[in-house]
C-alpha cells in the first residue's frame, strides 16, 4: 500500500505518531476512527483537518469511521479549554449531532459498498444503556487515577487558577477511551487520529484497548497540528467570528474571501493541509507564484480548490464573479449579484446607513462622502477629491455640485461610492 504517513508527513500533518502506525498502515487495509463532538449544528473550518484525514484515509485504502460524539458531547472535553464547558440540554444535543452528520456526509459516502466504505458512528448508541455503576466496575477499574492524572489536559487545569476540573469533565477521557475500545472490538478498529490536543485522550483509549483485550491488543495514534497563523493568531477566525462549513453560517462568497486574503506565507502552508494537489503541482504553483506575487496566484489556487472540495463547482464560480464584480470598471457585473452578496462584497468599515428623512431632499456629494457617512474624514478633503475628479458614484465619475436623488440608488436602496480605483465605500437608505 502507498505510505499515507509519508503523504501527511510532506503536507505538515503529522504531530505524534505511536511507534508502529506506520507499519501497520503499509501492512493492510486499517479501519480509523476520528471523534466530532457537537458543540454546534455544524463543524467550522477546524474541523476541515481531520475531515481531510478521513477523506486522505479512504483514497490510500484504509476504511474510515467518523464519530459524532453524542454522549462525549453531554460532558465537554476539557482538552485545550480554560473553563468547564457549558452542558448541553438533550434536544440542543440532538439538532447539533443531525447537523454534524448532514455535514459530514458531503465529505464521506456512508452509503458506498466498497471495502473501505466510510462508517458514520454515534457513540450515545452504546453509552445510553451503561449504568454508572457498570462504567464503573468494567471501564474505571482498568486505568489507575494516577495516570489519567499524568495527562497534561488533567495537569493544566487542576494547576491553573479558576474553580479547577469536575469530576464529570475528569471522565471524559475515560469514555472516549470506551469508545476506541468499543470500534475496536465492533469493527477491528485500529487506530484513532485527531488533533494534537487530543493525544492523551487518545493513548488512554490505546491503553485501554490493550487493557480490555488482552496482551495481543494492538492499538495505535496519530495527532495532527493544530493549525496557526504565521503572525501566531488564531486560525480559522474573521471579524465575523467562525468560518463555518455550511452556507447558512458563512456565505460562500466569505468563506472563498477567507482563503483569497491569506498571507503568502500562511497560503503556501495550508495549500498543503487543505488540498489534495500533489507535491509537484504544488510546487509548481509556488514556483509560479513568487515570479510575481501581486497576481496572488498561489491564493487564488488554495481559495478555488478549497471552496471547491466544501462547496461546488456553481457556487465556487458565483464567489469567483462576485469577487471580480466589485472591481469592474462599471455596475453591470454589481447588479447581477443577489442583495446578499451585494452588500456582502464590501467589509463592514466600508457600509454606512443613512437615513430616508436625510435623502428625501437629494443629498449632496460632501454630505454623502464626509458628515453623513464617515467615508472621508471631513468635508475639506472631500471637496479636494471632487475637485481633483477622483469620486466615483455607482463607478461614474461625479462633481462637487452632483446632487444625489432616488434614481441613482442601487437594487432600489443602495449608493456605491470610490475614490481611486480600490477605495470603495456602501450606502444603505434605510
Known sequence: M???????????????CMPGTEEQLLKEMTTTYIGFDPTSDSLHIGSLVPIILLVHLEKFGHKPIALVGGATGMIGDPSGKSDERNLL??????????????????????NSTAANAPILVNNYDWMKDFSFINFARDVGKRITVNYMMAKDSVKKRLSA?????SFTEFTYQLIQGYDFHYLYKSYNCLLQMGGSDQWGNIT????????????????FALTCPLITKADGSKF???????????????????????????????????????????????????????????????????????T????????????????????SPTMDEMLELDEQTFVEVFDEKETAEISKEDFKNGLDMIAAMAAKTGFLKSNSEARRELQQNAISLNKVKVKEDYIITEKDLVKGKFLVLQKGKKNYYLIKVV
Open 161 to 165: 487558577e479558576g474553580e479547577g476540573m
Open 2 to 16: 502507498n505510505n499515507l504517513v509519508a503523504e501527511l508527513q510532506w503536507r505538515g500533518l503529522v504531530h505524534d
Open 89 to 110: 440540554d438533550e434536544a440542543t444535543l440532538e439538532k447539533n449531532v443531525a447537523g454534524i452528520k448532514a455535514v459530514l456526509s458531503r465529505f464521506l459516502d456512508f
Open 308 to 327: 471547491l472540495f466544501v462547496h461546488n463547482r456553481e457556487e465556487l464560480d458565483k464567489a469567483i464573479f462576485a469577487s471580480k464584480a466589485k472591481f
Open 204 to 219: 488512554t483509549g490505546t491503553e485501554l484497548v490493550r487493557r480490555m483485550n488482552g496482551e495481543g491488543a494492538k492499538a
Open 236 to 306: 480559522g477566525k474573521s471579524e465575523g467570528g467562525n468560518i463555518w462549513l455550511t452556507a447558512d453560517k458563512t456565505s460562500v462568497y466569505k468563506f472563498y474571501q477567507f482563503w483569497l486574503n491569506t498571507t503568502d506565507v500562511d497560503a503556501e502552508k495550508y495549500i498543503k493541509i487543505f488540498t489534495f494537489l500533489d507535491k509537484n503541482t504544488i510546487d509548481n504553483i509556488i514556483a509560479e507564484h513568487n515570479q510575481d506575487k501581486g497576481q496572488r496566484l498561489l491564493q487564488k489556487r488554495l481559495a478555488e480548490e478549497v
